[in-house]
């Protein structure tokens, strides 16, 4: 895979990073090793508005010569959504890989992905799904039929959830997260399932990503992050609802939507109208999901006040 110096890479890789300088010398590591040719992979990193040395860091690692070439890009703090919307107006790559700076890549796991990418260039898919691996899990997670193309909502509907290592066509129309004003988060899924109403996923067993969760992480502070950005967290869920959902999954994104609904009416914010019957009755219980979120808020405070 011999990459024409003059042509845009095949692949970015897209890393928002917020105060974690200690972790992108770990990844920028991961990355550099990789036996690939210069200029078939970059790899982009938005700062977005970190207080602490990222900023130094980031000029440190960019300094260094390597077979990626690196860029950096510093915008004000307005959480991982905006910032990997600025990435994906910024990529040179055909495909998009989003790796989070607590990952890294596994050793010589970039080529058979460039080779993936090669051969579904001519399928019909926004993107492409792998499976990545925790190595402080107890169990690893791998999709039960891989290697097709399916639509994203037949992926939520017949395959198990998991964490996964996103990539996606640079050139998928609507590649973009909405932003809400005030609000600084919005999970992946708010875009996957907008997407996926008519678009369809490459699912692939290839594991390009190792990922180590941080104590004060986006996965960890889930619930918090939702509470605090209500719109969003109802937008997500409403795009999940117009898909057409398994059962389950469908009585749980109501819930869900009812939930946060009610909290945007507690932080004194217009949440989005519900849209049809199903909608309008899941608003019924809504405030008892409401209230158990603020009891499991609180207690979850305590626990971090404890800790030394």
């Known amino acids: 895979m011999t990459q024409d110096a003059t042509r845009a890479p095949q692949l970015t890789i897209l890393t928002a990073s917020w105060n974690r300088a200690n972790l992108l010398r770990r990844l920028h590591a991961s990355i550099m090793a990789q036996p690939v040719d210069p200029g078939l992979v970059e790899w982009l990193v938005i700062d977005d508005g970190s207080t602490d040395d ?27 959504h905006r910032a990997l919307n600025t990435g994906f107006a910024q990529a040179r790559g055909s495909w998009i890989a989003i790796i989070d700076s607590d990952d890294w890549c596994r050793g010589a796991a970039l080529p058979p992905v460039l080779s993936l990418l090669d051969r579904i260039e001519k399928e019909d898919v926004f993107a492409a799904i792998l499976p990545l691996i925790v190595p402080k899990a107890t169990r690893q997670y791998r999709f039960s039929t891989p290697d097709r193309a399916v639509s994203y909502t037949t992926r939520a509907n017949t395959e198990p959830p998991f964490d996964s290592t996103l990539i996606f066509r640079r ?28 678009g369809r996923v490459w699912l692939s067993n290839h594991v390009l990503v190792e990922a180590e969760y941080q104590p004060d992480g986006l996965s960890a502070q889930i619930l918090q992050k939702r509470m605090t950005s209500p719109i969003g967290a109802c937008h997500c869920y409403q795009a999940m609802l117009a898909c057409p959902l398994r059962p389950l999954l469908r009585l749980r994104a109501l819930a869900n939507f009812a939930r946060f609904w009610w909290h945007a009416r507690r932080m004194g914010v217009r949440p989005p109208g519900p849209r049809g019957l199903l909608q309008h009755l899941s608003l019924l219980p809504g405030p008892v999901f409401c209230a158990r979120d603020l009891v499991s808020d609180r207690r979850m405070r305590r626990r971090g006040a404890k800790r030394p």
């Open 171 to 198: 050139q998928s129309k609507g590649l973009r997260f909405p932003e809400f004003p005030g609000e600084d988060f919005l999970a992946e899924a708010a875009l996957l399932y907008r997407l996926g109403r008519t």
């Open 54 to 80: 990222t900023g130094a860091e980031l000029a440190r690692l960019t300094a260094r010569p390597g077979p990626v070439a690196m860029r950096v890009l510093h915008q004000p703090h307005g959480g991982k």
